[in-house]
C-alpha cells in the first residue's frame, strides 16, 4: 500500500504514525490486562500490614515527584495496621497520592492521610487541596481508561484498579470533590469481611 503510486511521502509519514500509535495502544491494553490478572490473583493473600511502613515506601518511590512539586504529606493514623494484601493496599494508596501530586493546584500542594475506625469499619481517606474534579467527570473516574485529564501521562487504569480490589474485599470507595478545591478520597474497609472473602 505504501508503495502504491500517488502516495506522497507526508501520506506515508502519517501511515507508519497512525501504525505507531495503535500499536502502542494495543501494548498499553494488553499490559493494563495483565495488571488486572495478576492484581486479582494477589486478593485472596492477606497479611497484617503497617500503614506507616507502606506509606514510607511509597514516599520513597515517589521522592523526586514529591521533591519537585514541594508537597507536604501529613498523618493522622488512629490504626496503624489493617489486614489486606499488601501489595493490593500498595497499589491503591501509591495511585491516590501520585494523582494528588499529578493534579495539584497552584497552592503549596497538601496531601492529608487520615485513618480511624468506625463501629466495624476502618475507614482511610486520602485528600488534596489540588484541581478538583469537574462534576460532570465524577461518574467517569472509576471507569476503566475513564481519565479526566488527556494531555496527562497514563492510561486511566488505576482508579478502576483500586475500585475493583476494594470491592472484591467487601469494601467502598467513595470520592468528594470541587473544581478548584481538591478532592478527598474515602476507603471503608470492614475486617472480619476481608478475612471471610479471602477464603473464598
Not at 523526586?64 to 488512629?78: C, L
Request: proline letters at 2%.
Amino acid at each position: 500500500m505504501l508503495c502504491e503510486p500517488g502516495i506522497s511521502k507526508q501520506d506515508t509519514t502519517d501511515f507508519l504514525r497512525i501504525i505507531g500509535e495503535s500499536i502502542k495502544t494495543f501494548r498499553s491494553v494488553i499490559t493494563d490486562i495483565s495488571v488486572i490478572a495478576k492484581v486479582e490473583s494477589d486478593m485472596a493473600i492477606t497479611e497484617n500490614v503497617n500503614l506507616d511502613e507502606l506509606i514510607d515506601n511509597i514516599e520513597w518511590s515517589l521522592k523526586d515527584q514529591i521533591a519537585n512539586s514541594g508537597v507536604k504529606i501529613i498523618r493522622k493514623f488512629k490504626v496503624k495496621n489493617i489486614v489486606f494484601s499488601k501489595k493490593n493496599m500498595r497499589s491503591i494508596l501509591f495511585n491516590l497520592i501520585s494523582n494528588a501530586i499529578k493534579f495539584r493546584s497552584q497552592l503549596p500542594p497538601v496531601i492529608k492521610i487520615n485513618t480511624f475506625k468506625e463501629n466495624d469499619s476502618y475507614i482511610i481517606t486520602v485528600e488534596d487541596n489540588g484541581q478538583g474534579i469537574p462534576k460532570a467527570a465524577m461518574e467517569k473516574i472509576f471507569d476503566l481508561y475513564g481519565r479526566l485529564h488527556q494531555d496527562i501521562e497514563g492510561t486511566g487504569v488505576g482508579l478502576y484498579l483500586a475500585k475493583k480490589i476494594i470491592n472484591a474485599a467487601a469494601g467502598t470507595i467513595t470520592v468528594e470533590s470541587q473544581p478548584g478545591t481538591g478532592t478527598k478520597f474515602c476507603i471503608s474497609l470492614t475486617q472480619g469481611k476481608i478475612n471471610r472473602e479471602s477464603q473464598i
